[in-house]
């Protein structure tokens, strides 16, 4: 889990950011994590463009996509947005970070 955040959100069609987006490498455990993690963020969440996104494919070059792509582990990239307070951000990042270490039975 390699977490980010975005300058924008992913859902606003004016913006490139991913801000609010899970991209996941594309494997079955890592996709069924990765789908936890946004259907539970997203209840809580009621305006729509601040909704998180699940996505494939790390962008090249980085971390998440060179371990799945060459050592076949999973990973994902956790992407919040600048533009919530921080408390909020990092609410989500202790969420993500609590479903992901339940799923691998270490919580």
């Given at each position: 889990m390699d977490m980010h955040?975005?300058?924008?959100?992913?859902?606003l069609t004016s913006s490139s950011s991913v801000g609010q987006s899970v991209i996941y490498y594309p494997r079955t455990a890592t996709?069924?994590?990765?789908?936890?993690?946004?259907?539970s963020l997203n209840q809580n969440i009621s305006t729509s463009y601040k909704k998180f996104d699940l996505?494939?494919?790390?962008?090249?070059?980085?971390?998440?996509?060179a371990?799945?792509?060459?050592?076949g582990a999973n990973s994902f990239?956790?992407?919040?947005?600048s533009k919530q307070l921080l408390s909020t951000r990092?609410?989500?990042?202790?969420?993500?970070?609590?479903?992901?270490l339940t799923e691998l039975g270490m919580k």
């Open positions: 955040e975005g300058v924008n959100y992913a859902r996709k069924n994590v990765s789908q936890k993690i946004v259907k996505l494939t494919y790390p962008a090249k070059g980085s971390l998440s996509r371990v799945g792509q060459f050592l990239i956790f992407e919040t947005c990092v609410n989500y990042q202790l969420k993500a970070a609590g479903i992901l």
